[in-house]
């Protein structure tokens, strides 16, 4: 009987109930914090042409009192700086004046797309177990000045403002006390200008207030910092700098007063747009009747921002069009597990933090409007690739109590698939027909936030649910779950001014259904109930649903001046379901992490910081069978270049596996180790590179080594031109091929076949953007990509819970390869076929878009993507070749125009 998940998910539910908030929300200013003010002036005294040439700018204070974190942490910064506020009815003006001892050849100032510029940190090691965003691949070679506002004073949130010296603007969010966590996808609609002259540059910008939410007080004091970058120098300069050693941001800013008797207006906005494409494929089947010279489509939609009150704002779109998003990644996944892209939609991706939570199981946005689940067969079949959003709904926002909210609700359409299957007398004639793939689906997703304490410390509360519109006759009843559901919450417990960390976290799921569809979760390979030699699950094909859990807790110290540590706990029950609205690679595990890192940020006469880091983490079934154990170290130094090099060392133990049999039972897992090196240039370099390279064995003859690098250069001002080559070959001594009956005993009667696999894997991608001016771009990414698996060396899992294979063609059993690829095994009196599982894969995948923002918010784009592929089935080793040819692959071209007009009202 299947007890011990029940006990689990008991201990979840009192986890869970300890996040309760029970403190209000401290906004009090600490006493000598820095203060500036912003002067009223007149309507219309100010045009955003960033020359500064307005007399009003002179009645206004300077801030001028600039500190260097970086290179030299507190000394006076190397050039002067000077930024002013004043505001109108509508909203602030920043003005700004950035000297240069060099002239115009000391301002950097390329153009790029908006945002490209910013990074968050360049600054020393913070640790190897520490959250920390990757900046090879961020542009950071502009100057730029970015101003920082905490608008409810709250001392955690802040949104940020900011302009290159060439005009291109940033804004971003920061959801939380740090300075490295940002959400970038924040777009707001606001405006900036910048000029460059001999000894300075200049910078002005607008930012409507309708666009920033804050508590409507008869005087606003909202938190400030302000951050220059100059890149020839390497050098940042802040208002109110952060120590190296500390993780922190908004709960360390100065003071912006002065502004008055505000209004935010209706803060309604609509976004109306139109779209139009065409898919055209030169190497179609001229008896395919889905596909014609051009394929036309054409879509309306809107979307719809409002807010309410001054704390909330309620966002929808209707018909949403995303044809303008960046395709995802080639990819080859011999696993077992989901392969996850990020999502790149704009309605899903702004606000997205809050609704993600601390954990990345609970919600997964692609979810909605993803791939039809059902399934057609056909000679031809034309199926969605995605479902229909026919709307959806986002509500999010923070009040004056400290509470934050972000609901997201939307429905999904029906889809159909047509099919058409030729005359089997072998005309092109033949039969049209179409199956129902996707039914109508409503999505809804919560998270209700509440700070308290001084350091900003949170608890939250989260919700989600999916239903399915069916009824138990429906053929889709029986792969889908009709319903899913999921309660949880979350705690971040910030202690001694936000040096340590405790966070908890932890969910109930539940999915219910017609027999067979939760007889297939229960068997799906996120859990594999199925598994013959485990006593603490069973599968019970009467169900109709299924729940079960999930808690995490961990406890960190994030600053210090040397000594970081974490230490962590997860426990997932076998039951437990994300993947209807989230996310699960598997379920059944209770894993451990703990990592000590000691570091040193004082510039030296060789380095200018080091870390060095170990680690270890294990993971055991509820059955208590140790899945794995990992130890690893690692070490990162910065150079007084501005270099960085990296190398880490791993080794897992041999441990029992219960997934590599795919359902049946356990099989131990080789012993292992690697290593990696990886060594980068300066990151505000003109050109830019890295080279990384890793390698590693297990002591059943696998192994595995990779190469890649990254090379970002700036030929003219105007073009941005990245490469990023890589090239792996690996070959896997476990790979998992299929189940056959006829096994012994010792197997459980079922032959779980696996085989050597020698794999090539090389991608190319590349990525251009040539900036015409800062609202016009032009932007390219491309990904030629080559694949090859040969599989060879075919065995059966000698006993359960082993390591060997009995491999065929030895002990009594013969191997034949026919003529279709596929292998014939003789066993004794038993006979069987393996079919071919070798692969030649080429593909190539690239979007290229021209964007245009010609009036504030209204954006017109152009798009061309390309999707080819050729795939044989034979083993010959991929090469650059294969990489080359994958350009002339027969595939699918698709134009497209898209139209949106901003209206505020």
């Not at 542009?139 to 900011?162: K, N, Q, V, W």
């Not at 032959?751 to 390219?780: G, H, M, S, V, W």
């Not at 038993?830 to 030649?840: C, E, G, S, T």
């Amino acid at each position: 009987m299947n007890v011990f998940p029940h006990r689990a998910t008991a201990w979840m539910v009192g986890a869970v109930a300890l996040i309760a908030p029970v403190h209000g929300v401290g906004q009090a200013l600490s006493s000598g914090v820095k203060q500036a003010s912003a002067v009223r002036v007149a309507s219309g005294e100010i045009q955003v042409d960033g020359r500064l040439d307005e007399a009003v700018w002179d009645r206004a204070l300077p801030v001028s009192d600039f500190v260097q974190k970086e290179p030299v942490e507190g000394a006076p910064p190397t050039e002067s700086t000077e930024v002013r506020f004043v505001y109108d009815d509508g909203g602030l003006y920043v003005g700004a004046r950035m000297g240069s001892t060099l002239g115009r050849e000391g301002i950097q100032a390329p153009l790029g797309r908006r945002d490209s510029p910013y990074s968050p940190d360049r600054g020393p090691a913070r640790g190897g177990f520490q959250s920390r965003p990757d900046v090879s691949g961020r542009p950071e070679l502009a100057e730029y000045i970015l101003i920082s506002l905490d608008t409810f004073l709250d001392r955690r949130t802040a949104y940020s403002f900011g302009v290159t010296a060439s005009g291109v603007r940033i804004d971003h969010q920061h959801l939380s006390d740090s300075e490295s966590d940002i959400d970038p996808r924040y777009d707001p609609v606001w405006e900036a200008a910048a000029s460059v002259d001999d000894s300075s540059w200049t910078a002005e910008m607008w930012i409507p207030f309708e666009q920033l939410r804050f508590d409507e007080v008869e005087e606003l004091v909202w938190g400030l910092n302000i951050h220059r970058w100059i890149p020839l120098k390497n050098e940042d300069d802040y208002w109110v700098p952060i120590p190296r050693t500390e993780d922190a941001w908004s709960s360390r800013f100065g003071s912006l007063r002065g502004i008055e008797s505000i209004d935010q207006g209706g803060r309604i906005e609509l976004l109306p747009y139109v779209a139009g494409g065409s898919t055209v494929a030169p190497d179609r089947d001229p008896r395919n009747p889905f596909m014609d010279d051009l394929n036309l489509e054409g879509n309306l939609g809107a979307d719809v921002k409002m807010g309410l009150g001054s704390n909330l704002t309620l966002d929808a779109t209707f018909f949403p069009d995303f044809g303008q998003v960046e395709v995802d990644p080639a990819v080859i996944n011999l696993t077992d597990t989901e392969t996850f892209f990020p999502e790149r939609r704009p309605f899903f991706t702004e606000g997205a933090s809050l609704l993600d939570g601390p954990e990345n199981n609970y919600f997964y946005s692609r979810r909605i409007g993803g791939s039809p689940q059902g399934s057609a067969s056909g000679d031809f079949v034309d199926l969605p690739g995605e479902t229909t959003i026919l709307g959806a709904g986002k509500l999010t926002g923070r009040l004056p109590s400290g509470t934050s909210l972000g609901i997201l609700a939307a429905v999904t359409g029906e889809e159909h698939a047509r099919t058409f299957s030729l005359d089997p007398a072998g005309s092109d004639s033949g039969t049209l027909d179409e199956i129902r793939v996707a039914p109508r689906t409503g999505w809804a997703m919560a998270r209700i936030q509440q700070e308290f304490g001084e350091v900003g410390s949170t608890a939250a509360l989260m919700l989600s649910g999916v239903h399915r519109s069916m009824d138990d006759s429906d053929p889709l009843a029986a792969q889908l779950r009709r319903n899913a559901w999921m309660v949880g919450g979350d705690l971040l417990w910030r202690l001694d001014a936000g040096v340590y960390e405790i966070s908890v976290s932890g969910g109930l799921t539940g999915i219910g259904g017609t027999r067979e569809a939760i007889l297939l979760a229960q068997r799906g390979s996120e859990r594999y109930l199925q598994r013959p030699d485990a006593d603490y699950v069973e599968v019970d094909p009467t169900r109709t649903s299924m729940s079960g859990g999930k808690a995490t807790i961990q406890a960190r110290k994030i600053s210090g001046a040397h000594w970081l540590w974490d230490a962590f706990v997860d426990f997932e029950s076998p039951e437990v379901t994300f993947n209807d609205v989230g996310r699960l690679g598997s379920a059944d595990g209770i894993m451990t992490r703990q990592g000590l890192t000691y570091r040193e940020t004082e510039p030296g006469d060789v380095l200018r910081a080091y870390s060095f880091s170990v680690n270890h983490n294990s993971e055991w079934n509820f059955g208590f069978d140790k899945q794995h154990t990992r130890l690893g170290a690692s070490t990162e130094q910065t150079w007084n270049n501005f270099w960085t090099t990296r190398a880490s060392l791993s080794y897992s133990l041999r441990a029992e596996n219960q997934r590599l049999t795919r359902g049946g039972p356990t099989m131990l897992a080789p012993e292992d180790w690697g290593v990696s090196l990886s060594v980068q240039s300066n990151s505000s370099a003109q050109t830019r590179w890295r080279l990384a390279t890793s390698y590693g064995e297990n002591e059943v003859g696998g192994w595995n080594g990779d190469v890649s690098a990254e090379i970002s250069l700036v030929p003219a001002p105007r073009w941005q031109l990245s490469f990023v080559p890589s090239y792996e070959r690996m070959v896997d001594s476990r790979q998992y091929v299929t189940l056959r009956d006829g096994g012994t005993p010792a197997t459980y009667g079922g032959r779980y076949i696996f085989a050597f696999t020698d794999r090539t894997t090389l991608a190319l991608e590349t990525r251009l953007n040539f900036t015409i001016k800062p609202d016009l771009n032009l932007e390219l990414y491309a990904q030629p990509f080559a694949a090859s698996g040969r599989f060879f060396d075919f065995g059966e899992l000698e006993t359960a819970g082993g390591l060997p294979l009995r491999t065929y063609g030895t002990s009594g059993t013969t191997i034949a390869r026919e003529e279709d690829g596929s292998l014939t095994v003789q066993d004794g009196s038993a006979q069987f076929v393996i079919p071919n599982q070798d692969f030649n894969l080429r593909s190539f995948r690239s979007t290229a878009v021209l964007s245009w923002e010609w009036r504030p918010g209204s954006t017109l784009f152009l798009v061309w993507q390309q999707a080819r592929s050729r795939r044989l089935n034979e083993g010959v080793g991929a090469d650059i070749g294969d990489l080359l040819a994958s350009l002339g692959s027969s595939g699918e071209n698709f134009f497209a125009i898209k139209a949106s007009y901003w209206i505020g009202l």
